[in-house]
């Protein structure tokens, strides 16, 4: 399963858009990357999940290049309300484990 | 109904002391999770069980002992816990990955658990 290699902490300012970038060099043929962002003392919450290229929701875009060694989660025109702590997790069967995550902070 | 339900939000329990975690979803996951949570840590895995069985176990004390009753329900039974493992405990299930949207875990909101 995939280690998972992200920045401790990321800034920002309202409105501008935040790319955070997960490495992922062991990763396995069947393993899909997934994101998630957690709030103070509550459960993690589902953002995103792909394969590979690129994947777009309502809420944010997962790049995945060709290697799959790396992915980047973008966020477009953040607010006050996506300060939290975004993971990326390795996936495979359901075997679900959390890295370190990225604590972003975002400012007026 | 897109909700995980776990009780209590709140336990403080001593060292001898027997009590056990409730988690609840009526989504028809098969697949359901215990993580461990310390603060400004990520989850750990803990458990996981897939279609009611006991698929992943991360050498995890026998003083936390997982059961799933049926498909809807999973229970973390604790016994002779340390001041150590106080933490939030986080209930999580999902559709099994040969089916549907893999991946996507839905999470309760956890029970916090002291121990003295």
């Known amino acids: 399963l995939a280690k998972t290699t992200q920045p401790i902490s990321m800034d920002s300012y309202e409105g501008q858009e935040v790319n955070i970038t997960c490495s992922h060099n062991?990763?396995?043929?069947?393993?899909?990357i997934t994101w998630y962002q957690q709030f103070p003392s509550q459960g993690p919450r589902f953002i995103i999940q792909?394969?590979?290229t690129k994947v777009t929701n309502e809420v944010a875009s997962l790049f995945i290049p060709a290697d799959r060694k790396s992915s980047t989660l973008s966020l477009p025109r953040v607010s006050l309300s996506d300060t939290a702590v975004y993971y990326c997790?390795?996936?495979?069967?359901?075997?679900?484990?959390f890295g370190a995550g990225t604590r972003l902070t975002v400012k007026p | 109904d897109t909700e995980v339900t776990q009780t209590p939000k709140h336990l403080v329990m001593g060292m001898t002391n027997k009590k056990s975690l409730k988690c609840e979803q009526h989504?028809?996951?098969?697949?359901m999770y215990w993580y461990k949570q310390k603060a400004k840590k990520p989850p750990e895995l803990m458990f996981v069980?897939?279609?009611?069985?006991?698929?992943i176990n991360e050498s995890v004390p026998s003083r936390f002992s997982p059961e799933c009753p049926n498909s809807s329900l999973l229970n973390l039974h604790l016994h002779a816990l340390q001041p150590e493992d106080s933490a939030l405990y986080l209930c999580?299930?999902?559709?099994?990955?040969?089916?549907?949207?893999?991946?996507?875990?839905?999470f309760g909101e956890g029970s916090r658990l002291t121990v003295l």
């Open positions: 999580a299930s999902s559709q099994p990955s040969a089916r549907g949207k893999v991946g996507e875990l839905f």
């Open positions: 062991n990763i396995a043929t069947n393993d899909y």
């Open positions: 792909g394969y590979k």
């Open positions: 997790l390795g996936y495979n069967n359901n075997d679900m484990r």
């Open positions: 989504m028809g996951h098969r697949a």
């Open positions: 069980y897939s279609y009611e069985k006991l698929s």
